[in-house]
């Protein structure tokens, strides 16, 4: 029934939901920035260096923001994927060809699930009153995206070889591999300057925060696909139903022929009956 109802709706549902997630990630991060700004920069608790970092500012009075934000962050992230897999099992996206293709879909899944955990516990964990479970969620999150990052540019890489005539699907993977790689290497700089350079970290985190935002916006791209494909689809069965409906035309022809010809047959009979008689 849910699949059913996918293939009846609006691509602009399906589009909603990654803009509607990068949207609300972008705005509380946004929000959190400009209250540390304005408020003059305050040294928080767990702050270390003099840029306060992302969980800083959650661990503040703004953590039920943080909170609810990643909650649905993660939730969105999660359904962009789950919603891109099964349009593409419903034939409305570039179909998966080979087996590979369908591996690396569900990995990919499975890799923003496990993210998403992280990120959900670390907002929850937060770095003022449980700093060891908060670095490890951070961890478990970062480890959760970057390999949904690198399982989805995998996926993309052998749809195009298998769709090497959609444009937009290379354009859809390029986008995927250069922001994913961007974020990948963002991610290992700020793993090491977490610890060595406590005010380069926390320019890099934001930056990986505000940029997560670009690889969100991705899913909008590829899921605006499925209008390319839905108005492929009706095209398609517009010009099959013309043909259906000449070939219909022309074999209503030879029928017609056949009953003319019938019906002048037995006028001929009934008239040499008649003079017969």
Not at 110 to 137: M, Q
Not at 211 to 221: D, K, N, R, S
Not at 224 to 241: F, H, L, V
Not at 243 to 257: A, C, H, K, L, T
């Amino acid at each position: 029934m849910f699949g059913l109802h996918l293939s009846t709706q609006s691509h602009r549902l399906f589009v909603f939901v990654p803009l509607f997630t990068a949207f609300f990630w972008f705005a509380t991060l946004l929000a959190m920035l400009l209250t540390w700004l304005i408020s003059g920069r305050p040294q928080y608790v767990s702050q270390e260096g003099k840029v306060a970092y992302i969980s800083d500012v959650g661990a503040s009075f703004l953590k039920p923001l943080f909170i609810v934000s990643c909650c649905i962050t993660g939730v969105g992230f999660v359904l962009s994927l789950v919603l891109e897999r099964l349009l593409r099992h419903r034939g409305r996206l570039s179909p998966s060809m080979r087996k590979r293709e369908h591996v690396f879909e569900i990995l990919a899944i499975l890799g923003s699930f496990i993210g998403v955990l992280g990120l959900v516990l670390l907002s929850g964990f937060d770095t003022k009153n449980y700093v060891t479970a908060h670095r490890i969620f951070l961890l478990v999150f970062m480890l959760g995206v970057i390999l949904s990052v690198i399982f989805s540019v995998l996926e993309y890489h052998w749809l195009v070889q298998s769709h090497p005539d959609i444009y937009k699907l290379r354009r859809a993977y390029l986008a995927k591999f250069i922001i994913g790689s961007i974020l990948i290497v963002l991610a290992i700089a700020f793993g090491i300057t977490l610890y060595y350079a406590p005010n380069v970290g926390g320019v890099i985190e934001w930056i990986i925060g505000f940029g997560f935002t670009i690889y969100l916006l991705t899913f909008a791209y590829d899921l605006r696909m499925a209008k390319i494909m839905r108005q492929e689809e009706g095209s398609d069965m517009t010009e099959r139903s013309q043909i259906s409906q000449g070939q219909s035309g022309n074999s209503s022809e030879p029928s017609s022929r056949v009953r003319g010809r019938m019906h002048r047959a037995r006028f001929k009979f009934a008239h040499s009956l008649a003079i017969l008689t």
